[in-house]
């Protein structure tokens, strides 16, 4: 069963542009979740999709969004890049039903704003 | 609002040393916690998945424990080897869904 996957996996965008990044999760799974990690804070839970529905959220300004497609794939959008948004951006899938909540991590995608 | 903290932040141990590593939480009402293990620049492996019902999971040389009521998990390595050289992250599941809380990691070298 492949895993989780995401693009691109490296970026290099402007003080000020936008980005989107993709996450397609294992086959089966329904819920993606996406975490920011940078050395200053570890890792930081974004939010979490599950059937095309936002499900929780982190502490995060509004100019992180996301959104999720019948298919289960997921896209998370960056409007107004800062410099302080360079990260490694992790998604997760997992099946999220009542016995199972395991959460499988996809390899980043590394945004570099400059 | 969960914490959840990671001491020490490094270690360093011969080969075939037995690895213990800690994690502590502030918030008992957890739906479950998982083990992971992040290599230099890579996304996270999943290592070991604890219910907040079970007591200890073990796979092949990883034993975890969870004691929910003092708000402590341990992963112990057996018989550690160069190759399980890597940052080993904790993270708490909360009861709402999923939203893993983390701890700050746990450097690991294992020498040669």
């Known amino acids: 069963k492949a895993g989780v996957t995401q693009t691109p996996r490296y970026l290099i965008k402007t003080r000020g542009q936008q980005v989107t990044l993709s996450c397609s999760p294992i086959?089966?799974?329904?819920?993606v979740s996406w975490y920011q990690q940078t050395p200053g804070q570890g890792l930081q839970f974004l939010f979490e999709?599950?059937?095309?529905?936002?499900?929780n959220k982190g502490n995060f300004p509004g100019r992180f969004s996301g959104r999720q497609f019948s298919n289960s794939r997921s896209e998370m959008n960056v409007s107004t890049l800062e410099l302080g948004d360079s990260a490694l951006y992790l998604c997760?899938?997992?099946?999220?039903?009542?016995?199972?909540?395991?959460?499988?991590f996809g390899p980043g995608t590394r945004l570099t704003v400059t | 609002k969960q914490e959840v903290t990671q001491i020490p932040a490094a270690l360093s141990v011969p080969e075939g040393e037995n690895l213990v590593l800690n994690c502590s939480f502030t918030?008992?009402?957890?739906?479950?916690l998982q083990w992971f293990r992040q290599d230099p620049g890579k996304g996270l492996t999943s290592l070991l998945l604890?219910?907040?019902?079970?007591r200890e999971q073990t796979s092949g040389r990883l034993n975890a424990s969870l004691d929910k009521s003092s708000g402590r998990s341990t992963l112990y390595i057996a018989a550690s080897q160069p190759g399980d050289s890597a940052t080993y992250l904790c993270?708490?599941?909360?009861?709402?869904?999923?939203?893993?809380?983390f701890g700050g990691g746990t450097r690991v070298l294992v020498k040669p």
């Open positions: 918030d008992s009402a957890i739906y479950n």
């Open positions: 086959s089966g799974h329904r819920s």
């Open positions: 604890i219910q907040s019902s079970q």
């Open positions: 993270a708490v599941n909360e009861a709402a869904g999923n939203k893993l809380t």
């Open positions: 999709y599950f059937s095309e529905t936002q499900r």
């Open positions: 997760a899938s997992s099946i999220r039903d009542r016995e199972d909540h395991e959460q499988y």
